[in-house]
């Protein structure tokens, strides 16, 4: 269910391990980019993307290296990326797992990067080709929610993120020389939307072969007395189950059904499961 509410910042909670380690990470290159100038040469020679590099010199890792880059000649280029990670993406992973999530951050980031080098000769660093797939991400997962731009003016992100796609699409395509990577932003939208909408296929496709040979599937949806357990356990048993399949293939891949199973059983535990929710 969607919630229509306005988006919260919530500074109190810690960031998970996924958007943490980014953020650290990146921090670490920008730093080190910025003291040492015949280091940052190296590092921009060899892992910003390029076309030459990966097209004719096989630099393949630059589509995976160029995320943790950002111009070392200002701050706001790594600040924005990381504010806008932090922002949108701390709440993706908690609710995808951290497996699916950077699953989700380098598939975005490296299409953003291929996509980049089809359509610019220009050399790219930065992280906003991933940055945007997550925008995204949480755009399609919460689109009635409000964030307030320069702090003022409140927009429903599915408006401000179909905004993000225009400018970034005709940018793209027209004679711009600003010196943003507009088709790296273009590219982590496009794939990350074909991923969201379009993959999750496979595993219902998947999973209808896995209900076929297992026909008990359905009964473990509905608690019943008598059968040899009582519903805590039968809930830990399951939650089990569903937080082993959320680590194989994401939480946006769980049915509707196995959704509200997850939190019927989680609120069941939180009031009577005393061994381990107290």
Same mark, same amino acid.
């Given at each position: 269910?969607?919630?229509?509410?306005?988006?919260? +910042?919530?500074?109190?909670?810690?960031?998970?391990?996924?958007? %943490?380690?980014? @953020? #650290?990470?990146?921090?670490?290159?920008?730093?080190?980019?910025?003291?040492?100038?015949?280091?940052?040469?190296?590092? /921009?020679?060899?892992?910003?993307?390029?076309?030459?590099?990966?097209?004719?010199?096989?630099?393949?890792?630059? +589509?995976?290296?160029?995320? #943790?880059?950002?111009?070392?000649?200002?701050?706001?280029?790594?600040?924005?990326?990381?504010?806008? /990670?932090?922002? #949108?993406?701390?709440?993706?992973?908690?609710?995808?797992?951290?497996?699916?999530?950077?699953?989700?951050?380098? @598939?975005?980031?490296?299409?953003?990067?291929?996509?980049?080098?089809? +359509?610019?000769?220009?050399?790219?660093?930065?992280?906003?080709?991933?940055?945007?797939?997550?925008? +995204?991400?949480?755009?399609?997962?919460?689109?009635?929610?409000?964030?307030?731009?320069?702090?003022?003016?409140?927009?429903? @992100?599915?408006?401000?993120?179909?905004?993000?796609?225009?400018?970034?699409?005709?940018?793209?395509?027209?004679?711009?020389?600003?010196?943003?990577?507009?088709?790296?932003?273009?590219?982590?939208?496009?794939?990350?939307?074909?991923?969201?909408?379009?993959?999750?296929?496979?595993?219902?496709?998947?999973?209808?072969?896995?209900?076929?040979?297992?026909?008990?599937?359905?009964?473990?949806?509905?608690?019943?007395?008598?059968?040899?357990?009582?519903?805590?356990?039968?809930?830990?048993?399951? @939650?089990?189950?569903?937080?082993? %399949?959320?680590?194989?293939?994401?939480?946006?891949?769980?049915?509707?059904?196995?959704? %509200?199973? /997850?939190?019927?059983?989680?609120?069941?535990?939180?009031?009577?499961?005393? %061994?381990?929710?107290?």
């Amino acid at each position: 269910m969607y919630n229509n509410g306005p988006y919260r +910042l919530r500074p109190g909670g810690m960031l998970p391990p996924a958007v %943490k380690n980014i @953020i #650290f990470a990146n921090a670490i290159f920008w730093f080190m980019m910025l003291m040492n100038y015949g280091l940052r040469n190296f590092m /921009l020679q060899q892992f910003a993307l390029d076309r030459i590099g990966v097209v004719y010199q096989f630099k393949v890792w630059q +589509l995976v290296t160029y995320m #943790f880059l950002h111009d070392p000649n200002g701050f706001m280029h790594i600040f924005l990326n990381m504010l806008f /990670l932090w922002m #949108f993406g701390a709440e993706l992973e908690r609710e995808w797992g951290t497996r699916e999530f950077l699953k989700y951050y380098f @598939i975005t980031g490296i299409g953003a990067g291929i996509l980049n080098i089809v +359509l610019s000769s220009s050399p790219t660093i930065g992280a906003s080709g991933a940055v945007y797939g997550v925008m +995204l991400a949480y755009a399609l997962r919460y689109p009635n929610r409000y964030i307030y731009i320069y702090f003022l003016f409140p927009v429903k @992100i599915k408006y401000f993120m179909a905004f993000l796609a225009l400018i970034s699409f005709f940018s793209t395509f027209g004679s711009y020389g600003d010196g943003i990577a507009h088709a790296a932003h273009l590219g982590g939208i496009v794939i990350g939307y074909i991923y969201l909408k379009y993959w999750y296929l496979f595993y219902k496709i998947k999973d209808s072969f896995s209900q076929i040979k297992t026909k008990t599937d359905r009964t473990r949806m509905k608690y019943t007395k008598g059968g040899g357990e009582d519903k805590v356990e039968y809930y830990r048993r399951v @939650i089990d189950e569903l937080l082993d %399949k959320i680590n194989r293939v994401g939480y946006l891949n769980l049915t509707e059904e196995e959704k %509200k199973l /997850l939190e019927e059983g989680s609120n069941y535990l939180r009031k009577h499961d005393k %061994k381990n929710y107290n």
